[in-house]
């Protein structure tokens, strides 16, 4: 039994006494506590002088629990600050809450315990699952459905233009049971905040056999907009959850509209199977097809000879047909566990590969059934110079995207038997805003006269081939220790023999160092100097950082520090976007740490014909040609604006720094640059991407001479999973959220009381945000990140608080000055065109583009300005608006685009419901 736990040593009471270990070097499949049961695996001495045959201890290698049990169903009887009380003899402790979750009495968690002896408890939850939460929403299982039992009739919804006065409404309950039932209460889910309120029955009433009783609610709209309301009719047995529907309109035609919708939605019922149902079928049919495929002339340079050949890695065939099925997604689901067991296994090593490479075979599928919304029955094609040019409405909106190196196969849709089984596929060179341009081969390109022809969508694959290229390489590359960490071992000696004095300055041997950027924190500067020394063997370093808090300005000060330092690294830095990987070369070039030759940003094709390259970039990005020495008469070629095309593996490899999507470094793989060529690699914004994914640059480093940095936050965006099964089975677990959910990454307070629990020589927190004023900042502090987070944005004298008071008249006069966010509530309609799956809300657009005039007139600048919508059709009506008036235009995006960015002084969001 653990009778003392210190920040580095632990002491037990073993049969031999008791006995102190450091705890450096030892393997630890949980954080002990004080109390605890534990198993000592020992390094002994075995001699004839020990009678007890237990030899003298040389060495602690391994502390793991006695006994545990796992996944026992618990119920959440009290909640304390500092620890959670299950059941009667259970507890657990707070840094072991589920991570962004708050449990409250009541609830129901599935727990893995450990045998202890603390207070009265005799168990302790190392791991806990929330199955049923008694605080939000009750878990949709047969045992709380009282639908059969009790038949409600009485108004679902309540349309008004008076805001603030109240109104009755009056449900019927009648017992269709054979027993009597007794209700104890309506529950409000919003409690106080609620529009809706309780008039009777305010105790317990009984229902007897067919009878009948009332429920009378007050409602009374506070807000213009359309509101949910959840009630709840706890019966002894089960519980009844309802919602009641209230909606707030500024005018009675708004009113009138808003019936008429609900009626029209109500009635509107489609027979028959699912639209998914029909999609899968019609997709089944076409990957089914058997025609002779006559390739057309690819955009994109074909290499015949390249150094290392990646693998088709084709979806089985198995795994087609059950997906495809046409039948419920429960059987479809029962079906793809009996052919991979993986799928319900926990991820080890024994099945790693297998179980990622189902994930990848899933995505493909998804993907495919997406892309067959492209497709035609019939269609035709323009000249338009040495392309066919085929236009597609609404292109620039829909999704999947087409991009270039995707393929349309034209099938002859007149064909018999005597025809030719041939189908003719034309490769993509230029994706425009309303048509593709096409490249078939000769014999039809030129024969081609404007004929009709059936058209059939198919995406490149070559993206997913290198994940699975990856997932393998990884395996042998980087080995277990890094994909399933379980302690931490220090190398013999640094990678760099740097010092940080007082937390402030930083030395190499004797030689003090600069800091490119003078206005880090400690916190960063403690994290730069852990990732230097790089002490943890073959584990990835993590930079946690919640919102604003500088996880990208710490990544590049590392990267320039390594530069610098470290002369024998060769670094590579992912990102999941674009975006994110202009921002970071943007951030280099304006250290001016580095000159031109010193890094270099790899592109892709598309992104060149898409004219998405910044112009003041262009001197520093380049496109790869993986084709070995001599296999191409193509020389590198550099265009009038600096962008480099068609650069081999020598000019690359120059480079002290790489910086690229994920997607486009995992190029390097077919590259010829020795083993260990690569020394680090720095993953921005790395819970954004899947596993395979982030693996694709780290599969170009080995176990022995590379370093991973991971930078990011899992509360954040996630990686986007088009398959719902493998969202269900954990495809959507980053690599960043995967590990720091391992031991080495576990919070222990006691042991590292001064880096808030984490061992920083694998992790560090980042605390001090400088984006957000505290009223913004409160929340997500305390629901996701231990209400540790430090605002260094004033409330009193900031810029942003001048500005919030400079705008207090579009805001609302009720508003504090001090706070920054404002809900403005809006009676629109969701619309959606019928040939573009993206939504858009015209009245939302009105409301943003009148608020942003009035924003204007308050002297703030669309600099200062960000709108961010979820669907890239609202993006074009709010745009659209500005357009229409040559007013000046704010940047209008998604998440994805604002991500990682700092806004100059405030930004004003917008999100559709």
């Not at 707070?94 to 009495?105: A, C, D, I, K, Y």
């Amino acid at each position: 039994m653990v009778i003392e736990r210190l920040q580095s040593t632990i002491e037990v009471d073993t049969s031999s006494g008791r006995q102190k270990f450091d705890l450096e070097n030892v393997e630890l499949t949980f954080v002990p506590k004080m109390g605890d049961y534990v198993t000592l695996e020992c390094a002994v001495q075995l001699d004839d002088g020990y009678v007890d045959k237990q030899g003298e201890i040389l060495q602690l290698l391994k502390v793991f629990p006695t006994r545990i049990l796992s996944n026992e169903k618990y119920r959440v009887e009290r909640c304390f600050p500092e620890f959670a009380v299950l059941g009667e003899n259970a507890y657990l402790l707070r840094e072991n809450f589920p991570s962004g979750t708050e449990l409250h009495m009541g609830d129901y968690v599935l727990a893995d315990l450990i045998e202890c002896v603390y207070s009265k408890f005799t168990y302790r939850a190392i791991k806990v699952m929330p199955q049923e939460s008694n605080f939000l929403s009750m878990k949709k299982e047969k045992t709380f459905s009282g639908d059969r039992h009790v038949i409600i009739t009485g108004a679902t919804r309540f349309i008004t233009t008076e805001l603030w006065e109240k109104h009755k409404i009056t449900l019927k309950l009648q017992n269709n049971s054979n027993r009597k039932l007794e209700l104890h209460e309506v529950q409000l889910d919003h409690g106080h905040a609620s529009q809706i309120r309780v008039i009777e029955p305010l105790t317990k009433t009984c229902l007897g056999i067919e009878g009948q009783l009332s429920v009378i609610l007050e409602v009374e709209a506070r807000c213009i907009g359309e509101w949910a309301e959840k009630y709840t009719l706890d019966f002894m047995k089960f519980k009844v959850v309802r919602c009641f529907k209230i909606i707030a309109c500024e005018t009675q035609k708004e009113a009138d509209d808003a019936e008429r919708r609900l009626l029209a939605a109500e009635s509107f019922v489609v027979s028959g199977r699912s639209e998914a149902q029909r999609n899968r079928s019609y997709a089944k049919n076409v990957w089914a097809n058997t025609l002779d495929v006559v390739r057309g002339e690819s955009g994109l340079c074909r290499q015949r000879f390249v150094l290392t050949r990646i693998g088709n890695f084709d979806v089985p065939e198995s795994l087609r047909n059950v997906y495809l099925r046409d039948c419920r997604p429960t059987e479809v689901l029962d079906d793809l566990e009996r052919l991979y067991p993986c799928s319900t296994e926990a991820l080890c090593m024994a099945n790693y590969v297998q179980r990622f490479r189902f994930f990848l075979h899933l995505e493909e599928i998804e993907f495919f059934v997406c892309i067959r919304n492209f497709d035609r029955d019939r269609a035709h094609m323009e000249r338009d110079g040495e392309y066919l040019s085929l236009t597609i409405e609404n292109l620039a909106e829909r999704r999947p995207s087409l991009v270039i190196g995707d393929t349309v196969c034209a099938i002859n849709p007149w064909k018999d038997v005597t025809s030719d089984n041939k189908s003719y596929s034309g490769c993509i060179h230029k994706v425009l805003f309303d048509r593709v341009l096409l490249k078939f081969h000769p014999n039809f390109q030129e024969k081609y006269n404007g004929e009709d022809y059936r058209l059939e969508f198919y995406f490149s694959r070559f993206s997913l081939r290198k994940q699975h290229h990856a997932i393998s390489q990884v395996v042998t590359s980087l080995g277990e220790q890094f994909l399933f960490p379980s302690k931490v071992t220090k190398r013999p000696h640094p990678q760099l023999h740097v010092r940080l004095v007082d937390g402030e300055d930083m030395y190499l041997f004797d030689t003090k160092l600069e800091w490119y950027n003078k206005s880090l924190n400690n916190i960063q500067k403690r994290a730069v100097f852990n990732i230097l020394r790089g002490e943890a063997m073959n584990l990835p370093y993590v930079i946690f950082g919640p919102p604003g808090t500088g996880k990208t300005v710490t990544l590049v000060e590392a990267v320039l520090q390594m530069v610098r330092n470290l002369q024998s690294c060769r670094i590579l830095v992912a990102t999941p976007s674009n975006s994110a990987a202009d921002l970071i070369t943007r951030r280099i070039i304006a250290s001016n740490a580095l000159s031109p030759g010193d890094f270099v940003r790899i592109v892709s094709h598309n992104l060149i014909e898409k004219e998405l390259i910044p112009t003041e970039l262009m001197p520093y990005c380049a496109t790869l040609d993986v084709g070995i020495d001599g296999s191409s008469e193509d020389n590198m070629l550099v265009t009038e604006s600096g962008l480099k095309l068609r650069c081999k593996w020598k000019f690359m490899g120059g480079h002290r720094v790489s910086i690229g999507t994920c997607a486009t470094l995992g190029n390097f793989m077919q590259m010829s640059f020795p083993g260990g060529h690569f020394t680090h690699l720095f993953l921005d914004e790395a819970g954004q991407s899947t596993e395979p994914e982030a693996l694709m640059p780290a599969a170009l480093l080995s176990k022995d001479r590379g370093q991973v940095i991971l930078s990011g936050d899992p509360h954040q965006l996630q990686p986007i999973i088009l398959s719902k099964y493998g969202r269900n089975c954990g495809f959507d677990l980053s690599l960043l959220e995967r590990l720091l959910a391992t031991q080495p990454y576990a919070k222990d307070l006691v042991g590292y009381p001064e880096s808030s629990g984490y061992n920083p020589l694998v992790l560090t927190k980042l605390l001090h945000n400088y984006r957000a004023l505290p009223s913004i900042m409160a929340t997500y502090s305390k629901l996701f990140y231990d209400d540790e987070l430090i605002s260094m944005v004033s409330e009193e004298n900031s810029r942003e608080r001048t500005l919030l008071g400079r705008v207090q008249p579009v805001l609302g006069t009720g508003m504090p000055h001090n706070h920054g966010v404002c809900f403005v509530g809006i009676m629109g309609q969701n619309m959606q065109d019928r040939d573009s799956p993206s939504w858009y809300n015209p009245l939302e657009a009105r409301e943003v583009y009148l608020m942003v005039i009035s924003l204007y007139r308050c002297a703030v600048t669309p600099d200062q300005i960000g709108i961010l919508t979820p669907y890239s059709k609202q993006v074009k009506t709010i745009r659209g608006l500005f357009m229409g008036t040559n007013v000046a235009m704010p940047k209008v995006g998604s998440a994805e685009e604002f991500q990682g960015q700092v806004s100059i002084e405030e930004s004003i969001k917008h999100l559709m419901p």
